[in-house]
């Protein structure tokens, strides 16, 4: 049973945890009489967490149980917590594994220690935040 195969990973350590980050917004510069003011349009593709891997179960599946083809088990951002992102029909297992990264310190440290403090933005909603800044910066001593 994959149910299985997937604790005894987390019983053996046949994981690994990797970081995600993703963003699409748009920035969008505009000088006000006190500097300037970014208004920012999230497109709903802003976002960055944890991810749970396992790369011996990727695209497997059974009678009870599907993988999808990347891996992920688990993912863990600062909102929702920890969501299982594989599917299974027999949902005493679901719950056993679920209470077996919720209480497992290492695996649970690891998860999460990356990402869980009040402050954590998406890195690389900053960067591009920066990047436009500089860009209408530049427009702004080409146009004058």
Not at 85 to 108: A, G, H, M, N, T
């Amino acid at each position: 049973m994959l149910a299985k195969k997937i604790l005894k990973n987390l019983e053996n350590g046949n994981y690994r945890i990797e970081y995600r980050e993703q963003c699409d917004c748009g920035f969008y510069w505009r000088e006000k009489e006190d500097g300037l003011e970014c208004v920012t349009v999230n497109n709903d593709g802003c976002y960055y967490h944890n991810m749970l891997v396992m790369d011996n179960v990727a695209g497997q599946f059974d009678e009870m149980t599907i993988v999808d083809c990347d891996g992920v088990i688990a993912v863990y951002d600062n909102y929702y917590g920890v969501s299982l992102q594989f599917l299974c029909r027999d949902d005493s297992v679901v719950k056993q594994i679920q209470r077996y990264i919720w209480d497992d310190p290492e695996i649970y440290c690891e998860f999460i220690a990356s990402i869980n403090f009040p402050h954590k933005q998406c890195e690389l909603h900053e960067k591009r935040k920066i990047k436009s800044l500089l860009e209408y910066v530049n427009w702004k001593m080409d146009n004058n």
